[in-house]
C-alpha cells in the first residue's frame, strides 16, 4: 500500500525535505528563548529592536515553511487518495466474479469510506508518524549537545509512554479489524435498503426496514464503543506516562540549575527541548492505535487489489467463418456451491449463428449457465468450450469483444445519449449511433430528441422499453458475434415486450435469451429451446417437439 504514497518521488521527498527543514526550525525556536533569557540577565548583549526584528523576521520564515509543510502534506495526501481510487476502480473491471464477489455497495464502500478512512488513518497518521520522528531526532540531537546524562534520563522516562500501546497492540488491532468488517456489512445493509426504497415504502414495510437499520447501526456501534475503549485506554495511561516525563524534566532543570551545573536560560531551553520530545512521544502512542486502524482497512483493500484478476490469459484463436461455425460447447459440465449442486452434467452445443431461448423455474441455474458460458465461472467438472478452448482460460478482452451481453434491466449512465452510446469513449459518428438507435427501434424516439438530450436511470424521457433498446443499440454498436440477453424482456408491458422480442428475431445474428415469459412468435422462430429442471436440461429442441410443449407445459407456458 505505501507505493500508492511514494510513487511520485519527487512530491514524497519534496515533502520530506520541507518536513525537515520545519521541524528543524521548531527546535532551534527553544533556543530563541535562551537568547532572550541571556539578554535580559545582560550575559548576551544585543539592541533589544534588532533582536525583536531578527525574532520577527525568524518567526514569519519559519510560520511559512510551516504552512508550506501542511500544504505538500495535504497534496500529497490527496494524490495518494487518487491513486488509490483509481486503481480501486481499475480492480473491479479487471476482476472476475470468479475471483471476488462483492455487491455494489461493498464495492462503493472500498472506492469511498474505506478508502477515506486509510488515508486518514494509515498514510496521513504515517506522515505525521514521519514529523514527529523528525522532532525527536533534532530535539534529542540538540538535548545532548546541552546535557547528555538528562537528555539519557529522559528518553528512559519516555519509553514506558512510547510502549505501552504496543502491548495493546493485538487488542487494538482485533477491535480495529471488528470495526472494519462491521462496516462493510453496515453499508451493504444500508445499500441494499435503500436500493428497495421504493418496494418498502409502497409495501407500508418501513417500520420493518428502519429495524433492520436499526440492528446493523446498533451493532457497527458495538463494535465502535468497543474499540473506543481500547483507544482510549491506550491514550489515557501514555498521557500519564507522557506527563509524568515532561514535569520530571522541570524538577531535574530545577535541581541542574540549584547545584550551578545549569543556568536559567539552559534550563528553559532545556525544558523546552524536552518538551519536544515528550509531546511528540505522546501524539506517537495517540496516533499508534490509529494507524492500526487503517492498516486494517488497508488490508483489505490490498486483499482487493492483489485479488487474482489474471484469470483467461488465453488469446481466441479467431478465423474469416468465426460467426457461422464457431460453437460453445458444454461436456459433461457441473458447478457446485458449497457442496450444493447448481448445474449437473450439462451437454450442450450452441453455434453462434442460431438463436436460442432458455427457460426454467427460479433457481433452476440459467444465470449460472451464463457465467459458464461467458468464462466468469469454471466448471467443477466437464468443460465450457469456445472454439474448442476453455472459455475461462482465455483472454477477457476477447470474449468481451466477441460476445454481448445485456442483463435484466440495462443500465442508462447520467449523461448524454451519445455518451450512454459510446461508453463514455469518442468511438462512433454520428451515422453510426444514429444507426444503432434506427436498429434497436428508437429511430423514432430519436427523431423527438437528439444525440445530445440528457437521460440517466431515473429519467422520464425514456420508458422501460425504450431503456431497453438503448442497451441494446450499445451492444449493436460494437458488432458482437454473439448475444446473452439475462431475461431482457421482464418487467416490460407485454405490447412492448412483443415488439421488443420482434425486432430481435429479425436480427442477423444469433443470441441466447434467457426468458421467464411466454411469446408465441419467439417460440416458434426460435432454432432451439432449452429447458432447464433443477439444474439439468431436460428437454432441447424447436417449438414443435412434442417433449418440448410437454416441459413448457409443467413451466405454465
Known amino acids: ?158 519509553l514506558p509512554a512510547l510502549v505501552f500501546p504496543f502491548l495493546l497492540k493485538k487488542k487494538l488491532t482485533t477491535s480495529s479489524s471488528a470495526v472494519v468488517k462491521q462496516i462493510d456489512r453496515y453499508t451493504s445493509r444500508v445499500t441494499d435498503l435503500l436500493s428497495g426504497l421504493p418496494i418498502l415504502k409502497f409495501a407500508l414495510a418501513g417500520r420493518a426496514a428502519i429495524k433492520q437499520h436499526q440492528l446493523s447501526n446498533q451493532k457497527l456501534l458495538a463494535k465502535q464503543q468497543v474499540n473506543a475503549r481500547w483507544s482510549s485506554f491506550s491514550l489515557g495511561v501514555s498521557m500519564l506516562l507522557s506527563d509524568l516525563t515532561y514535569i520530571s524534566t522541570w524538577i531535574l532543570g530545577a535541581i541542574m540549575v540549584q547545584q550551578g551545573r545549569m543556568n536559567l536560560g539552559q534550563m528553559v531551553v532545556f525544558s523546552t527541548l524536552s518538551g519536544y520530545l515528550s509531546y511528540p512521544l505522546l501524539e506517537i502512542t495517540r496516533i499508534i492505535p490509529l494507524i492500526i486502524s487503517g492498516h486494517q482497512a488497508a488490508v483489505k483493500l490490498v486483499e482487493f487489489l492483489q485479488a487474482d484478476a489474471s484469470i483467461g490469459t488465453v488469446p481466441l484463436l479467431l478465423t474469416d467463418q468465426f460467426l457461422p461455425n464457431k460453437v460453445f460447447k458444454l461436456q459433461s459440465a457441473s458447478y457446485e456451491v458449497k457442496q450444493q449442486s447448481i448445474l449437473k452434467k450439462i451437454n450442450l452445443e450452441l453455434k453462434l449463428n ?14 449460472t449457465l451464463t457465467k459458464l458460458l461467458l468464462g466468469e465461472i469454471a466448471p467443477c467438472s466437464g468443460s465450457v468450450d469456445l472454439n474448442r ?144 429442471q433443477h439444474g439439468r436440461i431436460s428437454a432441447q429442441g424447436n417449438y414443435q417437439d412434442e417433449k418440448i410443449k410437454l416441459e413448457l407445459a409443467k413451466l405454465n407456458f
Open 1 to 158: 500500500m505505501l507505493r500508492f504514497l511514494i510513487s511520485d518521488k519527487k512530491e514524497f521527498f519534496r515533502m520530506l525535505l520541507v518536513r525537515l527543514v520545519t521541524q528543524t526550525m521548531y527546535v532551534c525556536w527553544a533556543f530563541v528563548f535562551q537568547l532572550i533569557i541571556n539578554v535580559a540577565q545582560g550575559k548576551q548583549h544585543f539592541d533589544l529592536f534588532l533582536l525583536g526584528s531578527g525574532i520577527l523576521v525568524f518567526m514569519i520564515i519559519m510560520d511559512n515553511i510551516g504552512g508550506l509543510d501542511n500544504y505538500f502534506g495535504l497534496m500529497l495526501k490527496l494524490h495518494t487518495a487518487q491513486r488509490l481510487r483509481a486503481a480501486l476502480m481499475e480492480q473491479a473491471y479487471h476482476l472476475t466474479s470468479k475471483s471476488y464477489s462483492l455487491s455494489v455497495g461493498e464495492l462503493v464502500a472500498k472506492v469511498t469510506k474505506q478508502t477515506d478512512n486509510v488515508v486518514e488513518n494509515y498514510y496521513g497518521q504515517l506522515l505525521l508518524l514521519v514529523s514527529y520522528s523528525f522532532q525527536i531526532s533534532l530535539a534529542m540531537i540538540a538535548t545532548i549537545s546541552l546535557n547528555p546524562v538528562i537528555t539519557l534520563v529522559i528518553v528512559l522516562l519516555s
Open 389 to 532: 478452448q476453455p472459455v475461462n482460460k482465455l483472454a477477457r478482452k476477447d470474449i468481451y469483444q466477441q460476445i454481448g451481453l445485456l442483463l435484466q434491466r440495462g443500465h442508462v449512465f447520467s449523461g448524454t445519449v451519445r455518451e450512454n452510446l459510446n461508453l463514455f469513449e469518442d468511438r462512433f459518428s454520428n451515422s453510426e449511433l444514429e444507426q444503432a438507435m434506427g436498429h434497436a427501434g428508437l429511430a423514432e424516439w430519436l427523431q423527438q430528441h437528439s444525440l445530445e438530450t440528457m437521460v440517466s436511470d431515473q429519467s422520464s424521457l425514456l420508458s422501460g422499453g425504450e431503456r431497453q433498446r438503448l442497451a441494446l443499440a450499445r451492444l449493436f454498436l460494437r458488432n458482437y458475434q454473439f448475444y446473452i440477453f439475462d431475461e431482457l424482456t421482464t418487467g416490460l408491458d407485454p405490447r412492448i415486450a412483443a415488439s421488443l422480442l420482434h425486432d430481435l428475431f429479425s436480427m442477423k445474428m444469433g443470441f441466447l435469451l434467457i426468458t421467464h415469459s411466454f411469446n408465441l412468435e419467439a417460440f416458434q422462430k426460435a432454432d432451439q429451446i432449452i429447458v432447464l
Open 354 to 367: 442460431k438463436k436460442y431461448l432458455l427457460v426454467g423455474a427460479s433457481g433452476s441455474g440459467k444465470t
